[in-house]
């Protein structure tokens, strides 16, 4: 499993911006893909937005236009950089990676909290 640290989270004002960083503990030319879920209380977990290791980028719609992730790989971090943040938005973030060729091939990270206040 890769290990993966996530930072950024915190608290703010609806219309304001936050960056989540997941560190990841290995290489990222051994990672194929990596992105956020979040899971908001008494709510399923849904997909934020991915990147796969050709930065070919997904989102989930209600966030194309808001959020944008992006791959620093000499420091083996993914980004996602949350603008016009809503209260819906309110969650705990998980970041993920996939490696193929690791059994199990999805690691997660601990989470962060993202607070937006209306």
């Known amino acids: 499993q890769v290990q993966l640290v996530e930072s950024g989270g915190g608290l703010v004002q609806a219309g304001g911006s936050l960056r989540l960083s997941c560190a990841a503990s290995?290489?990222?030319?051994?990672?194929?893909?990596m992105g956020w879920y979040r899971q908001a209380p008494g709510k399923q977990r849904e997909l934020v937005a991915t990147?796969?290791?050709?930065?070919?980028?997904n989102y989930k719609e209600s966030v194309k236009d808001r959020f944008t992730i992006s791959r620093d790989n000499d420091k083996n971090t993914v980004y996602l950089q949350m603008n016009s943040l809503k209260p819906e938005d309110t969650a705990v973030y998980y970041c993920?990676?996939?490696?193929?060729?690791?059994?199990?091939?999805?690691?997660w990270g601990q989470g962060t909290q993202v607070t937006v206040s209306s």
């Open positions: 290995r290489s990222m030319f051994t990672i194929n893909a």
């Open positions: 990147v796969n290791d050709g930065d070919t980028a």
């Open positions: 993920y990676a996939d490696r193929l060729a690791a059994l199990p091939p999805r690691s």
